[in-house]
């Protein structure tokens, strides 16, 4: 068989705003703690203990993202990996489907009006993203990714003209 496989890994960039929410989670169990030992004892810190453990099971995950894009021939898959842990699938999608793939913020993209954003890039101001103009579930949809040379070549042998490297 001739299938072109290729799979690469972009971590994205902590952001201000998760340290900020982090910190207000502690302060939120510090405060539910000192509160629930004043009402309830003993029991307060076994609550406070259990809203910690969850916290740090389901909200700090979310804080350490990696995507993961996987191209087998011209479908492109992108699953988001938590704590280098747990993964979980966010879209899939044909890239010969698109309208347009250009650098972000380029002026190729100037005539398109997405109707939804998805961004799977980094977040790095100094990385080199594309957009992905593609139409899902009858909207206009803009898919932003970070893709590397290897990855751009995989894709331009697809789509040709429609991709423009800028």
Not at 46 to 57: E, G, K, P, R, W
Not at 147 to 157: Q, Y
């Amino acid at each position: 068989m001739n299938d072109a496989f290729y799979e690469q890994l972009v971590a994205r960039k902590s952001r201000p705003l998760d340290v900020v929410i982090r910190i207000l989670i502690i302060a939120a169990l510090a405060l539910v703690l000192v509160f629930s030992m004043l009402l309830l004892g003993f029991l307060g810190v076994i609550i406070t203990v259990v809203l910690a453990f969850l916290a740090y099971y389901f909200v700090f995950p979310k804080f350490n993202v990696e995507y993961e894009y996987t191209l087998l021939n011209h479908d492109m898959e992108v699953d988001a990996i938590y704590s280098k842990s747990k993964r979980k699938k966010l879209i899939t999608f044909d890239i010969q489907q698109a309208e347009i793939i250009a650098p972000k913020g380029s002026p190729r993209l100037n005539s398109q009006r997405p109707e939804k954003t998805m961004d799977f890039s980094s977040q790095d101001a100094n990385a080199k993203a594309y957009s992905i103009m593609i139409q899902m579930d009858q909207k206009n949809t803009c898919i932003i990714i970070e893709p590397d040379e290897t990855m751009l070549n995989h894709i331009k042998s697809w789509m040709g003209m429609k991709l423009y490297l800028d």
